[in-house]
């Protein structure tokens, strides 16, 4: 049993994809800059090759808290 690697638009798995994951390995998720992460960022393979808790969605940011005095175009 293995899970294939997730896809995740505007966003990355760390540390590097590898092509399938065995039960109980865990990935983690980042989000490409102003993206926000919805959705858990660890994420592990089950017995029944699907990723739980579900694989989460990366979101154009609506506020930039991080970066004070940043404008948006």
């Given at each position: 049993a293995r899970c294939?690697?997730?896809q995740i638009q505007n966003g990355r798995i760390v540390p590097a994809?590898?092509?399938s994951y065995a039960p109980k390995d865990t990935?983690?998720?980042e989000c490409e800059p102003g993206y926000v992460i919805?959705?858990?960022s660890v994420v592990?393979?089950?017995l029944?090759?699907?990723?739980?808790p579900p694989v989460p969605v990366c979101?154009?940011?609506k506020?930039?808290?991080s970066t004070p005095g940043a404008s948006l175009p």
């Open positions: 294939p690697a997730p994809p590898r092509s990935i983690t998720f919805r959705g858990p592990q393979c089950q029944n090759n699907t990723w739980q979101e154009q940011g506020c930039l808290a």
